[in-house]
């Protein structure tokens, strides 16, 4: 079993910064794809960022630019660096693992999720 806890959301000024992390724990394989999905206020869960486990990355095209995914492979940690935030980022942001338990068989776990809050 995979436990995903995230942590760093809160309130901020248009602007502003948020640096969201997200610690995985347990069977965890060399082989995976991490990323950052999010929720906003009556819409549906979009998918923001992700980075394999060679560090390979991509990102939703509203916050090239802006966001920054990135790894520590031999913590199993992934963590967001969200610069020039704008109210449009307010979401509940989920962190996501994904990973091969056998040939076929696929492995998919997400984290509890962190509030973000931006205000105008």
């Known amino acids: 079993q995979v436990q995903l806890v995230e942590s760093g959301g809160g309130l901020v000024q248009a602007g502003g910064s948020l640096r969201l992390s997200c610690e995985a724990s347990?069977?965890?394989?060399?082989?995976?794809?991490m990323g950052w999905y999010r929720q906003p206020p009556g819409k549906q869960r979009e998918l923001v960022a992700t980075?394999?486990?060679?560090?390979?990355?991509n990102y939703l095209d509203s916050v090239k630019g802006r966001f920054t995914i990135s790894r520590d492979r031999a913590k199993n940690t992934v963590t967001l660096q969200m610069n020039s935030l704008k109210p449009e980022d307010t979401a509940i942001y989920y962190c996501?693992?994904?990973?091969?338990?056998?040939?076929?068989?696929?492995?998919?776990?997400w984290g509890q999720g962190t509030q973000v809050t931006v205000s105008s």
């Open positions: 996501n693992l994904n990973q091969r338990a056998s040939t076929y068989q696929y492995q998919h776990y």
């Open positions: 347990g069977t965890i394989f060399i082989s995976n794809l």
């Open positions: 980075i394999t486990s060679g560090g390979s990355t």
